[in-house]
């Protein structure tokens, strides 16, 4: 295969800070077109505030994220959204007195293609076949793994060029688990580019083109998804080996 070379999104030197803690301290990663990058850690490692400053969600103090080859330091997530940089936030999110095509619709609102949006809905419901049968659920009333698949539908339906997702396996069943996991293959074999957040490493890591581990704050290990997996010192602090 063919080394994936163009960069969609370069982070450089980020540093963010919330309520006097310091919770990225200079954090440096890029993702290419077409890939799938796992960014591991053990929980209060900075992952999540990571993935928010990227997407907008939170200020950063320092540092510079560039997307597409322009700095999109500042700009909030609705905005980015337009562009194609959308994440699936940890806890899901969902419309819960909404049914699931109105949550699928919301994902869609800064789209006014309407065929394309009927079309995209029809491929949501081939991809997570459970949602078609649950289509007019309300989806307060769903399982917490019936959310998540969800919440990726919704997010693929404003047709993302990067998604981030921020730990989509957290708290689910085993059984579960395996599915959310499917999902992120075939949305990755789909072509879209995809950055997962795990504390699930030995998952993350095996689906992985490359890996990044981030402890307090730093990146402190970088390489291909399957070299990560198969090293010692991310096997004794995050497989349990």
Request: charged letters at 25%; proline letters at 2%.
């Amino acid at each position: 295969m063919a080394e994936k070379t163009n960069v969609l999104l370069k982070v450089k030197g980020l540093k963010v800070a919330y309520g006097g803690i310091q919770a990225v301290k200079g954090v440096d990663f890029e993702v290419r077109e077409g890939e799938l990058v796992s960014l591991i850690g053990s929980n209060g490692a900075g992952k999540t505030t990571t993935m928010k400053a990227i997407t907008g969600t939170l200020g950063m103090n320092d540092g510079d994220i560039e997307y597409l080859g322009k700095s999109i330091r500042g700009r909030g997530a609705w905005d980015l959204v337009k562009e194609g940089l959308v994440m699936v936030p940890e806890g899901r999110g969902v419309f819960a007195r909404m049914t699931i095509t109105e949550n699928l619709l919301m994902g869609a609102y800064t789209r006014n293609d309407q065929a394309g949006i009927a079309a995209d809905i029809e491929k949501m419901f081939t991809i997570f076949p459970r949602l078609r049968e649950r289509k007019d659920q309300l989806a307060g009333t769903m399982s917490g793994g019936e959310q998540q698949m969800l919440a990726m539908g919704r997010a693929l339906m404003s047709q993302p060029k990067v998604l981030l997702l921020d730990e989509p396996s957290m708290g689910l069943s085993p059984i579960m688990v395996d599915k959310i996991f499917e999902v992120v293959r075939d949305v990755y074999q789909l072509g879209v580019t995809v950055v997962l957040v795990e504390q699930n490493a030995s998952r993350a890591l095996a689906l992985a083109d490359r890996g990044y581990v981030m402890e307090s704050g730093l990146i402190t290990m970088t390489g291909a998804g399957q070299d990560l997996l198969s090293d010692p010192k991310v096997r004794a602090a995050y497989l349990g080996e």
